[in-house]
Protein backbone atom coordinates (compact mmCIF):
# COMPACT_ATOMS: atom_id res chain seq x y z
CA UNK A 1 0.00 0.00 0.00
CA UNK A 2 1.17 3.49 -0.90
CA UNK A 3 -1.06 5.24 1.15
CA UNK A 4 -2.53 7.30 -1.64
CA UNK A 5 -6.62 6.73 -1.75
CA UNK A 6 -8.82 7.43 -4.11
CA UNK A 7 -13.02 7.69 -4.12
CA UNK A 8 -15.03 6.02 -5.52
CA UNK A 9 -14.20 3.07 -6.57
CA UNK A 10 -16.44 2.95 -9.73
CA UNK A 11 -18.43 5.05 -11.27
CA UNK A 12 -21.12 5.31 -14.17
CA UNK A 13 -22.04 8.05 -15.96
CA UNK A 14 -23.79 9.56 -18.80
CA UNK A 15 -22.36 11.33 -21.60
CA UNK A 16 -22.93 14.95 -20.84
CA UNK A 17 -22.67 14.25 -17.36
CA UNK A 18 -20.05 16.17 -15.14
CA UNK A 19 -17.86 13.88 -12.48
CA UNK A 20 -15.37 14.50 -9.58
CA UNK A 21 -12.98 12.29 -8.64
CA UNK A 22 -11.15 12.59 -4.99
CA UNK A 23 -7.56 11.84 -3.76
CA UNK A 24 -6.27 12.07 -1.16
CA UNK A 25 -2.03 11.93 -1.04
CA UNK A 26 0.50 9.92 1.07
CA UNK A 27 1.17 11.49 4.58
CA UNK A 28 4.04 14.59 3.78
CA UNK A 29 3.60 14.62 0.01
CA UNK A 30 2.92 18.43 -1.58
CA UNK A 31 2.14 17.33 -5.05
CA UNK A 32 -0.17 15.45 -7.12
CA UNK A 33 -0.19 14.48 -10.76
CA UNK A 34 -3.57 12.52 -12.00
CA UNK A 35 -3.12 9.91 -15.06
CA UNK A 36 -6.01 8.86 -17.53
CA UNK A 37 -5.59 5.11 -18.16
CA UNK A 38 -7.73 3.89 -21.06
CA UNK A 39 -7.99 0.28 -21.50
CA UNK A 40 -4.94 -1.46 -23.09
CA UNK A 41 -3.05 1.95 -22.61
CA UNK A 42 -0.72 3.27 -20.35
CA UNK A 43 -1.70 6.27 -18.21
CA UNK A 44 -1.47 9.73 -19.57
CA UNK A 45 -0.20 12.57 -17.77
CA UNK A 46 -3.27 14.91 -17.32
CA UNK A 47 -2.18 17.58 -15.24
CA UNK A 48 0.12 18.11 -11.72
CA UNK A 49 -1.04 20.51 -8.55
CA UNK A 50 1.89 21.52 -6.14
CA UNK A 51 0.88 23.39 -3.22
CA UNK A 52 -2.24 24.12 -4.37
CA UNK A 53 -1.36 25.69 -7.63
CA UNK A 54 -1.53 24.20 -11.18
CA UNK A 55 2.17 22.82 -12.17
CA UNK A 56 1.85 21.59 -15.84
CA UNK A 57 -0.42 20.00 -17.86
CA UNK A 58 -1.02 17.68 -20.47
CA UNK A 59 -2.30 17.36 -24.26
CA UNK A 60 -6.09 16.77 -22.12
CA UNK A 61 -8.88 19.85 -23.22
CA UNK A 62 -9.87 22.26 -20.57
CA UNK A 63 -13.57 20.73 -19.28
CA UNK A 64 -10.53 18.56 -17.49
CA UNK A 65 -9.87 20.98 -14.49
CA UNK A 66 -8.44 20.04 -10.84
CA UNK A 67 -7.98 21.35 -7.36
CA UNK A 68 -5.81 20.86 -4.85
CA UNK A 69 -6.43 21.78 -1.10
CA UNK A 70 -4.32 23.15 1.90
CA UNK A 71 -3.86 19.54 3.67
CA UNK A 72 -2.63 17.86 -0.27
CA UNK A 73 -5.94 16.39 -0.94
CA UNK A 74 -7.06 16.96 -4.95
CA UNK A 75 -9.90 16.59 -6.89
CA UNK A 76 -10.79 15.49 -10.75
CA UNK A 77 -13.52 17.30 -12.21
CA UNK A 78 -14.66 16.58 -16.03
CA UNK A 79 -17.39 18.20 -17.64
CA UNK A 80 -19.60 17.32 -20.35
CA UNK A 81 -18.51 13.54 -20.52
CA UNK A 82 -18.24 12.32 -23.36
CA UNK A 83 -17.66 8.22 -24.17
CA UNK A 84 -14.20 8.47 -24.44
CA UNK A 85 -13.64 9.64 -21.57
CA UNK A 86 -14.25 5.91 -19.84
CA UNK A 87 -10.54 4.98 -18.25
CA UNK A 88 -8.99 4.05 -15.27
CA UNK A 89 -7.98 7.62 -13.48
CA UNK A 90 -5.26 7.42 -11.41
CA UNK A 91 -3.95 9.76 -8.88
CA UNK A 92 0.25 9.96 -8.09
CA UNK A 93 1.41 12.06 -4.77
CA UNK A 94 5.32 12.82 -4.35
CA UNK A 95 7.49 14.91 -1.81
CA UNK A 96 7.73 17.19 -4.90
CA UNK A 97 7.78 18.36 -8.27
CA UNK A 98 12.03 17.83 -8.74
CA UNK A 99 12.62 15.17 -11.20
CA UNK A 100 14.30 12.88 -8.62
CA UNK A 101 10.74 12.70 -7.03
CA UNK A 102 9.18 9.15 -7.28
CA UNK A 103 5.19 9.22 -8.12
CA UNK A 104 3.45 6.90 -5.64
CA UNK A 105 -0.18 5.97 -7.24
CA UNK A 106 -3.55 4.88 -6.11
CA UNK A 107 -5.69 2.23 -6.90
CA UNK A 108 -7.59 4.10 -9.07
CA UNK A 109 -11.17 5.30 -10.25
CA UNK A 110 -13.09 3.29 -13.03
CA UNK A 111 -14.69 5.67 -14.79
CA UNK A 112 -17.39 4.53 -17.19
CA UNK A 113 -19.50 6.56 -19.61
CA UNK A 114 -22.64 5.37 -21.12
CA UNK B 1 6.96 14.62 -29.24
CA UNK B 2 8.31 12.36 -26.60
CA UNK B 3 7.46 8.49 -26.16
CA UNK B 4 8.22 5.34 -24.45
CA UNK B 5 8.04 2.15 -26.55
CA UNK B 6 7.38 -1.04 -25.03
CA UNK B 7 8.13 -4.02 -27.72
CA UNK B 8 6.52 -6.77 -26.13
CA UNK B 9 2.65 -6.35 -25.68
CA UNK B 10 2.08 -9.97 -24.33
CA UNK B 11 5.09 -12.53 -23.00
CA UNK B 12 4.28 -15.95 -22.03
CA UNK B 13 6.87 -17.51 -19.88
CA UNK B 14 7.22 -20.79 -17.75
CA UNK B 15 8.41 -21.00 -14.41
CA UNK B 16 11.94 -20.36 -14.23
CA UNK B 17 12.89 -19.04 -17.52
CA UNK B 18 14.75 -15.61 -17.41
CA UNK B 19 13.07 -12.75 -18.01
CA UNK B 20 13.80 -9.75 -20.35
CA UNK B 21 11.40 -6.87 -21.72
CA UNK B 22 12.38 -3.97 -23.41
CA UNK B 23 11.85 -0.08 -23.10
CA UNK B 24 13.21 2.68 -25.71
CA UNK B 25 12.40 6.23 -25.16
CA UNK B 26 12.98 9.12 -27.67
CA UNK B 27 14.54 11.97 -26.01
CA UNK B 28 18.03 13.40 -26.18
CA UNK B 29 18.27 15.08 -23.01
CA UNK B 30 18.49 13.55 -19.05
CA UNK B 31 16.09 11.60 -18.51
CA UNK B 32 15.10 9.44 -14.99
CA UNK B 33 13.67 6.12 -15.66
CA UNK B 34 11.10 3.65 -13.77
CA UNK B 35 9.63 0.51 -13.91
CA UNK B 36 5.94 0.17 -12.40
CA UNK B 37 4.40 -3.43 -12.11
CA UNK B 38 0.63 -3.89 -11.62
CA UNK B 39 -0.62 -7.21 -10.49
CA UNK B 40 -3.79 -8.59 -10.75
CA UNK B 41 -6.55 -6.25 -9.22
CA UNK B 42 -3.57 -3.88 -7.43
CA UNK B 43 -2.38 -0.82 -7.84
CA UNK B 44 0.66 0.13 -9.64
CA UNK B 45 3.74 -0.24 -7.63
CA UNK B 46 7.42 1.28 -8.15
CA UNK B 47 9.19 -2.19 -9.15
CA UNK B 48 12.70 -0.11 -9.56
CA UNK B 49 14.44 3.94 -10.71
CA UNK B 50 17.26 4.83 -11.80
CA UNK B 51 18.68 8.49 -11.53
CA UNK B 52 22.13 8.38 -11.97
CA UNK B 53 25.22 6.99 -11.41
CA UNK B 54 25.54 2.77 -11.73
CA UNK B 55 23.50 1.87 -14.88
CA UNK B 56 22.35 -1.51 -13.49
CA UNK B 57 19.86 -1.12 -11.13
CA UNK B 58 18.29 -3.44 -8.66
CA UNK B 59 14.43 -3.32 -7.41
CA UNK B 60 12.34 -5.97 -5.63
CA UNK B 61 11.69 -8.94 -5.79
CA UNK B 62 14.91 -9.72 -7.43
CA UNK B 63 14.37 -7.64 -10.57
CA UNK B 64 17.04 -5.00 -12.50
CA UNK B 65 17.19 -3.18 -15.05
CA UNK B 66 20.16 -1.54 -17.33
CA UNK B 67 19.91 1.65 -18.66
CA UNK B 68 22.16 1.94 -21.98
CA UNK B 69 22.13 5.58 -22.73
CA UNK B 70 23.74 5.17 -26.71
CA UNK B 71 20.52 2.87 -26.89
CA UNK B 72 18.20 5.31 -25.38
CA UNK B 73 17.19 1.95 -23.61
CA UNK B 74 16.28 0.47 -19.73
CA UNK B 75 15.35 -2.99 -20.46
CA UNK B 76 13.89 -4.80 -16.98
CA UNK B 77 15.36 -8.30 -16.36
CA UNK B 78 14.87 -11.49 -13.87
CA UNK B 79 17.02 -14.65 -14.22
CA UNK B 80 14.02 -16.68 -12.96
CA UNK B 81 10.52 -15.79 -12.78
CA UNK B 82 7.62 -16.98 -10.71
CA UNK B 83 4.11 -17.45 -10.72
CA UNK B 84 3.24 -14.33 -8.46
CA UNK B 85 5.32 -12.25 -11.27
CA UNK B 86 2.09 -12.81 -13.69
CA UNK B 87 1.20 -8.78 -14.34
CA UNK B 88 1.38 -5.75 -16.08
CA UNK B 89 4.91 -3.96 -16.25
CA UNK B 90 5.44 -0.20 -17.28
CA UNK B 91 8.06 1.94 -18.20
CA UNK B 92 8.18 4.99 -17.60
CA UNK B 93 10.48 8.26 -18.39
CA UNK B 94 10.46 11.40 -16.65
CA UNK B 95 12.30 14.14 -18.76
CA UNK B 96 14.83 16.14 -16.25
CA UNK B 97 14.58 19.56 -15.43
CA UNK B 98 10.66 19.67 -17.43
CA UNK B 99 7.50 19.26 -15.75
CA UNK B 100 7.02 16.49 -13.74
CA UNK B 101 5.26 13.97 -15.67
CA UNK B 102 6.12 10.50 -16.63
CA UNK B 103 5.79 9.79 -19.95
CA UNK B 104 4.53 5.12 -19.69
CA UNK B 105 4.48 3.01 -22.63
CA UNK B 106 1.99 0.67 -23.22
CA UNK B 107 2.64 -1.78 -20.97
CA UNK B 108 3.73 -5.98 -21.31
CA UNK B 109 1.56 -8.14 -19.85
CA UNK B 110 3.40 -11.08 -18.51
CA UNK B 111 1.93 -14.41 -17.99
CA UNK B 112 4.28 -16.93 -15.64
CA UNK B 113 2.72 -20.71 -16.53
CA UNK B 114 3.32 -22.86 -13.28
Known amino acids: ETGVTQSPTHLIKTRGQQVTLRCSSQ?????VSWYQQALGQGPQFIFQYYREEENGRGNFPPRFSGLQFPNYSSELNVNALELDDSALYLC?????????????FGPGTRLTVL | AQSVSQHNHHVILSEAASLELGCNYS??????LFWYVQYPGQHLQLLLK??????LVKGIKGFEAEFIKSKFSFNLRKPSVQWSDTAEYFC????????????FGTGTLLAVQP
Open chain 1, 92 to 104: ASSLGQGSTDTQY
Open chain 2, 50 to 55: YFSGDP
Open chain 2, 27 to 32: YGGTVN
Open chain 1, 27 to 31: SGHNT
Open chain 2, 92 to 103: AVKMYGATNKLI
